[in-house]
């Protein structure tokens, strides 16, 4: 099992600087890779909902792009992550209809 960092070495070239944290990237990148699949949403999620279909979702998150774009949000970080939390919230719980608009 090859981990994320063996395939791709982000700390390449700064084993000297002491400010990039060499001794400990691999191990924080193990770290990160094993949280992100812990908490990865399943494919099939919406699948499990009673009234919430894709294209709901799809409006959804499109009106959240445009709030994004209007406020002139910078962090595009911030957009994803909103998304994520939507998504992993709606994949363990089955939200009505009148509660996710």
């Not at 099992?1 to 700390?11: A, G, L, V």
């Amino acid at each position: 099992d090859q981990s994320i960092y063996q395939i791709f070495p982000i700390d390449r070239g700064e084993e000297e600087n002491p400010l990039s944290c060499h001794s400990i990237v691999e191990d924080v990148m193990k770290q990160w890779r094993r949280e992100e699949m812990e908490y990865m949403v399943p494919v099939d999620f919406l699948s499990k909902q009673n009234e919430i279909t894709p294209d709901m979702r799809a409006m959804l998150f499109d009106w959240l792009i445009l709030i994004h774009i209007r406020f002139r949000m910078a962090m595009h970080e911030s957009l994803f992550l909103c998304f994520n939390i939507i998504d992993r919230y709606v994949s363990k719980t089955n939200v009505p209809r009148r509660k996710y608009q």
